[in-house]
């Protein structure tokens, strides 16, 4: 299984971006695929999650009301619409897969993309 994230790029505070994480191998079926970030220094943040099965989705506090995360089954594809961006925001975005239900821990999900930079400027 391989996943490919892009979308990442520089942008303004308040500005959006669009992430796309597309996955290939021995796909379908996911219980659940979502975004994590880290920024430096940091460790890696749970962003969103959303349920391959039921579109359920979970977010973290910070960007509920920001972000939104959809999948599109049909093209094993998950994506990360981010809008009034923050420079708090700034970070590398990983998107993931598992096969099973869990904590939003990066340690519980089975697969990872390779990451894309995300960078707002103030």
């Known amino acids: 299984v391989q996943l490919q994230a892009c979308g990442g790029g520089l942008v303004q505070a308040g500005g959006s971006l669009r992430l796309s994480c597309a996955a290939s191998?021995?796909?379908?079926?996911?219980?659940?695929m979502g975004w994590f970030r880290q920024a430096p220094g940091k460790g890696r943040e749970f962003v969103a999650a959303i349920s391959w099965s039921t579109a359920s989705t979970y977010y973290v506090d910070s960007v509920k009301g920001r972000f939104t995360i959809s999948r599109d089954i049909a093209k094993n594809t998950v994506d990360l619409q981010m809008n009034s961006l923050k420079p708090e925001d700034t970070a590398v975005y990983y998107c993931?897969?598992?096969?099973?239900?869990?904590?939003?821990?990066?340690?519980?999900?089975?697969?990872w993309g390779q990451g894309t930079q995300v960078t707002v400027s103030s």
């Open positions: 993931a897969a598992r096969w099973r239900s869990g904590g939003y821990f990066s340690g519980e999900y089975d697969y």
């Open positions: 191998g021995r796909t379908g079926g996911w219980y659940e």
